[in-house]
């Protein structure tokens, strides 16, 4: 999970600790839990296709 590393090292994460909002939250908070939710996503597609690997080999 290369990925989550990248998005959460300090100078990225710096891009985004501005002062402006995001439906009442600040931008960095939805930085945060926007890319928590795409890894969960990520994971979740990930954990199907290898699966169907397994499956698809099992047979």
């Avoid at 501005?18 to 960095?28: A, C, E, K, Q, T």
């Avoid at 996503?41 to 954990?47: G, N």
């Amino acid at each position: 999970m290369l990925v989550a590393l990248f998005l959460w090292i300090p100078p990225l994460v710096g891009m985004f600790s501005l002062d402006g909002m995001v439906f009442g939250l600040p931008i960095l908070f939805v930085y945060f839990f926007a890319g928590w939710g795409v890894l969960i996503i990520f994971c979740a597609l990930l954990t199907r296709a290898l699966r169907n690997a397994a499956q698809s080999e099992g047979r």
